[in-house]
């Protein structure tokens, strides 16, 4: 059994700013680590993912995230936020033999100018 | 086609009725996935297929629900009787499986937004 918690709901900041949301994760087996982000009336779309290898990994839009195994947390990062980066952010979990991915609940980050 | 397709976008429906809804994945994906979404929450898996075989249908909530993927393309899942508490956004997403190549990773389509009155 796999779980996801998203430890903030909403994280509002203002542009410019860093942000961090915050990922746990808790897998009896290995797991891919995965943050998706979802704009208004748009289906998810992949943001990062980790597989294996390096614990730091870059994404589109200018994000990254760590994996961190003693914590079980991967959580998401972003030196300088835009308005654009206004959205929902759903981090996932799936065992490494494939099948079904875990989902949090999502974190509503809001850039205000 | 080039993302994943799903209909009716939206679909209000009376309690008692039946509802298919449809799911075209990215051509090529072997396996297919559908999700739930209620509002405020993440998306909770239902079931998935590789090819036409469905693999894990752990997450139906109870027999009123049932999914196919008869040729191993498009996928319907089918909510029959619907009650009031089935209103939500169905998602489908699909998937490269090649086994050790798999990376899990999944493309979404926008999803159907269901509404039992």
């Known amino acids: 059994a796999q779980s996801v918690t998203q430890l903030d709901s909403q994280v509002p900041v203002f542009e410019e700013a860093p942000v961090e949301l915050r990922c746990n994760y808790s897998?009896?087996?290995?797991?891919?680590l995965f943050w998706y982000v979802q704009y208004p009336n748009q289906g998810l779309q992949l943001l990062l993912k980790?597989?294996?290898?390096?614990?730091l990994v870059k994404g589109i839009n200018g994000f990254e995230a760590e994996f961190n195994k003693s914590q079980t947390s991967f959580h998401l990062r972003k030196p300088s936020v835009h308005i654009s980066d206004t959205a929902e952010y759903f981090c996932?979990?799936?065992?490494?033999?494939?099948?079904?991915?875990?989902f949090g609940d999502g974190t509503t980050l809001t850039v205000k100018p | 086609g080039a993302g994943v397709s799903q209909s009716p976008r939206y679909k209000v429906t009376k309690r008692g009725q039946d509802v298919a809804l449809r799911c075209d994945p990215i051509s090529g994906h072997v396996s297919l996935y559908w999700y739930r979404q209620a509002l405020g929450q993440g998306p909770e898996f239902l079931t998935y297929?590789?090819?036409?075989?469905?693999?894990?249908k752990s997450g139906l909530p109870n027999d009123r629900f049932s999914a196919e993927r008869p040729e191993g393309s498009i996928s319907t899942l089918t909510i029959q009787r619907t009650e009031q508490r089935d209103s939500a956004m169905y998602r489908c997403?699909?998937?490269?499986?090649?086994?050790?190549?798999?990376?899990?990773?999944?493309?979404f389509g926008e999803g159907s937004r269901l509404t039992v009155l």
């Open positions: 897998s009896s087996v290995s797991v891919y």
């Open positions: 997403a699909s998937s490269q499986t090649t086994g050790l190549t798999n990376t899990g990773e999944l493309f």
């Open positions: 980790y597989l294996s290898g390096s614990t």
């Open positions: 297929f590789n090819y036409e075989a469905q693999q894990d």
């Open positions: 996932a979990v799936t065992n490494t033999n494939a099948g079904k991915s875990t």
